[in-house]
């Protein structure tokens, strides 16, 4: 997968969380599979004092794996709220908001 392939709405949360470096983005809405920003997501980023800062990732075309799951989880979720741990510049947890009726109809 190549960055050049995604919709801008999922650039856009490659760009966050490749900036993001370490933290979460919270209560980030999903409409269609596709990330949104309205209402604005909530980040938090984690800063580990008395570290050297780790150095950013480059801006290379092609993604890491975690951004090709990650959209294939929001894709079959479709509408919803979701959070993400970020480290290392790439996701590495996905959290879904769901219902009860969701997993147990």
Do not use: W
């Not at 960055?3 to 856009?12: G, I, T, V, Y």
């Not at 760009?15 to 993001?20: G, N, R, S």
């Not at 975690?66 to 929001?74: A, G």
Request: aromatic share 6%.
């Amino acid at each position: 997968m190549t960055k050049n392939a995604l919709h801008p709405s999922q650039l856009r949360i490659v760009e966050i969380i490749e900036a993001l470096g370490f933290g979460a983005i919270g209560r980030l809405p999903v409409r269609g599979g596709m990330p949104c920003y309205d209402p604005e997501p909530h980040i938090v980023q984690e800063i580990k004092l008395a570290a050297e800062p780790e150095r950013r990732p480059d801006h290379e075309l092609n993604l890491k794996r975690e951004f090709e799951v990650l959209f294939s989880q929001l894709n079959r979720l479709g509408d919803g709220f979701v959070d993400i741990d970020v480290r290392h510049s790439a996701p590495f947890r996905l959290v879904l908001n769901r219902s009860h009726k969701e997993l147990v109809p």
